[in-house]
Nanobody, 114 residues
Framework: VQLQASGGGLVQAGGSLRLSCAAS????????MGWYRQASGKQRELVAS???????NYADSVKGRFTISRDNPKNTMYLQMNNLKSEDTAVYYC?????????WGQGTQVTVSS
């Protein structure tokens, strides 16, 4: 299984970006999937997750600004990020889990300028 993350970039504070994570296989049976981020000098943290039943969970810092979603026919997961803040600057990683194995995407850089 390979995950390809994309959509990062440089944006001004208050702007928006949409991250995509495309899987090389069918995601219908994915156990769980989510987006994580790691800022320079900090630990990787969970940003948002979505279950096979489309139940979502968000970090308090992004609630009301970020939306996670999945498109099963396209084998893709998304993270819509609105009203971006400088503290959202980080490398964003996607994760998908099948059975007992988790797979990570390669990471995409998001930089928010103030």
């Amino acid at each position: 299984v390979q995950l390809q993350a994309s959509g990062g970039g440089l944006v001004q504070a208050g702007g928006s970006l949409r991250l995509s994570c495309a899987a090389s296989t069918n995601i219908f049976s994915v156990r769980n999937m989510g987006w994580y981020r790691q800022a320079s000098g900090k630990q990787r943290e969970l940003v948002a997750s979505i279950t096979s039943r489309d139940s979502t969970n968000y970090a308090d810092s992004v609630k009301g600004r970020f939306t996670i979603s999945r498109d099963n026919p396209k084998n893709t997961m998304y993270l819509q990020m609105n009203n971006l803040k400088s503290e959202d600057t980080a490398v964003y990683y996607c994760l998908m889990g099948w059975g007992t194995t988790d797979y990570w995407g390669q990471g995409t850089q998001v930089t928010v300028s103030s």
